[in-house]
């Protein structure tokens, strides 16, 4: 059993697109979530959380990093860390996305079926607070993420039910 970890946060999410979807197309949406998730970090950070994971998928991970990103510039010993589900994820993205994986933790060496979720349990072990934006579709990724973070016991702060 692993112990109990001290003032780590982990984030959960949906791709860019699911986002968009459930928005109306309306790209104002990530901004908003940016911004949200701005506001929790620098809250978290005054609670003490200072190291962030983020599972670097295109959407709500992305604007994770660079919104704790952000709040490193005000704030001193805020850490980001990218937990890539398998090496060569970052090749799949644009150059300057590829710049906010730094030295990443991978799960897996290589791609196979189940290598997300293993870096999402993986995250959920290693955090004690996870924010997330589910919009509580009971399947999925982040379905899945949730859940086991509940059932480990973390607490979760779902974005997606504070911005409504």
């Known amino acids: 059993m692993e112990t109990r970890n001290n003032q780590t946060v982990a984030f959960t999410r949906h791709r860019k697109e699911r986002i968009l979807q459930g928005s109306g197309n309306d790209s104002r949406i990530l901004a908003q979530i940016r911004e949200a998730v701005t506001g929790v970090v620098t809250e978290l950070y005054g609670q003490g959380y200072k190291e962030y994971y983020t599972g670097m998928a295109s959407g ?77 579709v009971p399947k999925g990724g982040t379905f899945y993420t949730v859940n086991k973070a509940l059932e480990s016991g973390k607490s979760v702060i779902n974005l997606y039910e504070r911005m409504k």
């Open 60 to 136: 709500f991970d992305m604007t994770a990093a660079e919104a704790v990103l952000q709040v490193r510039e005000r704030y001193k010993g805020i850490k980001l860390i990218a937990a890539v589900p398998f090496r060569k994820q970052p090749l799949w993205f644009e150059a300057e996305d590829q710049l906010l994986y730094g030295r990443g933790r991978s799960v897996s060496e290589n791609y196979h079926k189940g290598c997300y979720l293993r870096r999402d349990e993986y995250m959920v072990r290693k955090a004690d607070v996870i924010v997330a934006y589910w919009d509580l």
